[in-house]
Structures are given as structure tokens and as C-alpha cells.
């Protein structure tokens, strides 16, 4: 009998609550990493993950073209900076630049949101994405959109 592999699943938000409350409410069902920051994207890994949920907006660092963190504010809404941090990432993931990170190309994707910018909804689009959730969300609310991506 073959055994089946747990899942992997990556989350990226910068909201470290919103981080605990769903890998505890998850980390029986899968085999969850997360991020609250880029450093932290960059671990070498050879088991690629099956699915990854990112935080659009994400305030703080983005990466420079040679990889560095810069801060650098592209998106204001009612008097609060962010930055788009979650569509590069997404943009990365799709042009294979972390691949020896267990991001492949082709990796299932989550956006997960407070903001309802249309501008970075489209942008995800294109991109591929599998699924959009709005913050705040209830556990049984992400729970469907991972069991809908993952199917």
C-alpha cells in the first residue's frame, strides 16, 4: 500500500495572529510553514509545497532586483501605506525565481486580503491564482478554500 503525503501549504501574511490562528486551527490536516517576512521565503527545500496563500498587501520590506529588502511604499489607502508585496511575491513564484524553495512555477495559489484593491485583484488574475479570500475570515472560510484548491 502506497502512503499518501501530508499536504504542504505555505502562508505568507504579516498578520503573525492572523498566522497562529489558522496553523493551529490546520497543522493536524497539513504540513503548514509560514512567514511573516521575505527572509524567511528563502529556504532551500526539496519537497515542493502544494499550495501557498499569500497576504496581498503586506507591510512591510519588498525585494530589490539583486534580492536585497527595500523599503518601498507603491499602494495608500485612507492615509495608510503598503506595499504590494504579496503580488511580487506571487510574480516571482510564477517567473521560477524560487524553485529551490519548493515554489514551483505552477504551485496552487491563495490570495488572502483585507484590501479590495480591483487593480492587485486583476493583477493576481493574471498570474494564475486558484482562490481570493477576504480578511477577515473565519477558519471554516479558509478551511473550503483549501479543500477547494487541493481536490
Known amino acids: 500500500m502506497i502512503e499518501q503525503r501530508e499536504k ?5 501574511d504579516d498578520d503573525v495572529d492572523c498566522i497562529q490562528e489558522v496553523v ?3 497543522k493536524d490536516r497539513y504540513d503548514i510553514t509560514r512567514a511573516a517576512h521575505w527572509p524567511a521565503i528563502q529556504v532551500k527545500r526539496e519537497v515542493p509545497f502544494d499550495l501557498v496563500i499569500i497576504d496581498l498587501m503586506i507591510h512591510h520590506f519588498s525585494i530589490d532586483e539583486d534580492g536585497k529588502e527595500v523599503q518601498n511604499i507603491s499602494y495608500k489607502d ?3 501605506s503598503w506595499q504590494r508585496t504579496g503580488v511580487e ?5 510564477r517567473n521560477g525565481e524560487y524553485q529551490d524553495y519548493g515554489f514551483s512555477k505552477d504551485v ?4 488572502a486580503s483585507a484590501v479590495v484593491d480591483h487593480e492587485a485583484k486583476e493583477d493576481t488574475h493574471d498570474k494564475g ?4 479570500i477576504e480578511k477577515p475570515f473565519t477558519i471554516e ?7 477547494d484548491v487541493l481536490k
Open 8 to 12: 504542504t501549504i505555505f502562508y505568507f
Open 24 to 26: 493551529s486551527a490546520l
Open 78 to 80: 485612507d492615509g495608510i
Open 89 to 93: 511575491f506571487l510574480k516571482r513564484i
Open 108 to 111: 496552487a495559489v491563495i490570495i
Open 129 to 132: 491564482i486558484s482562490g481570493y
Open 141 to 147: 472560510e479558509i478551511q473550503l478554500a483549501i479543500q
